[in-house]
């Protein structure tokens, strides 16, 4: 059993930090190609590494990836992976989940989740229904969990998830956003992260990642427009400008 706890507030996050995380894998120290990671390291400045100890739940790591630059790549079959600690998602506080990577298809991928008997919350990229979605409580039942559409997951790319306070969109290396929710339709709010590649008792994880960042607070677009461009710069992607 996966086990987790919940935290409100700052979890993972230092504050001084802009990132609640970032994984890079070009940062992955002590392993060759092929071979299985056991620990990510988390380069935020915050010190939440993600760990797997055990062998056979561990993603292994692609030296030099073509579809991200000749950069390297986490690739997982269904694997994951603990934090440290719980690290903080408020969409309604504004946020963003910057994700460069794919889904296989046909299959799902939980990026990020928590695990407790009545209270989960998870983001999940379901490339065999085409969306994205994120569950902040157990809000499933009630059918109001935000989907956000895109027929193209298992495409690599830059992909944001951003929410502004009043709405989330997703973009895929910028420009206009494949789709837009509005936060006020849904039950969310604060949440917290533990685990990559599961949540509660679940385990779905197929596909691969060059970087992910997660910011915990708005962010103005000249910022995101930078942090696209760079993203997709050293990745092999073409950022177009959102406005």
Do not use: H
Not at 22 to 30: D, E, I, P, R, Y
Not at 135 to 148: E, F, I
Not at 208 to 231: P, Q, W
């Amino acid at each position: 059993m996966i086990s987790g706890l919940y935290v409100g507030g700052s979890g993972g996050g230092g504050g001084a930090n802009k990132y609640e995380i970032k994984l890079v894998a070009s940062n992955v120290t002590g392993v060759t190609d092929g071979s299985p990671i056991e620990t990510i390291p988390d380069s935020s400045g915050n010190g939440n590494d993600a760990v797997q100890t055990s062998g056979a739940l561990q993603a292994v790591w692609d030296e030099v990836d073509a579809d991200f630059n000749n950069k390297s790549s986490i690739v997982f079959t269904d694997d994951w992976y603990e934090f440290k600690s719980v690290f903080p998602y408020d969409p309604i506080q504004g946020s963003c989940f910057w994700w460069v990577g794919s889904i296989d298809t046909g299959q799902r991928f939980d990026t990020f989740g928590t695990y407790l008997t009545s209270d989960y919350t998870s983001m999940t990229f379901f490339e065999d229904l085409g969306y994205l979605r994120y569950q902040g409580r157990v809000t499933s039942a009630s059918g109001s969990d935000p989907l956000l559409n895109d027929a193209s997951l298992d495409d690599a790319a830059v992909w944001l998830l951003r929410s502004d306070g009043t709405n989330f969109y997703l973009y895929k290396n910028g420009g206009s956003a494949v789709d837009t929710e509005a936060i006020s339709s849904y039950n969310v709010g604060n949440s917290g992260f533990k685990f990559l590649g599961a949540f509660s008792s679940v385990v779905r994880a197929n596909g691969k990642f060059a970087e992910i960042r997660v910011e915990n607070a708005e962010d103005d677009l000249a910022n995101i427009n930078a942090i696209g461009s760079e993203l997709a710069t050293t990745y092999g992607f073409t950022w177009i400008t959102i406005t």
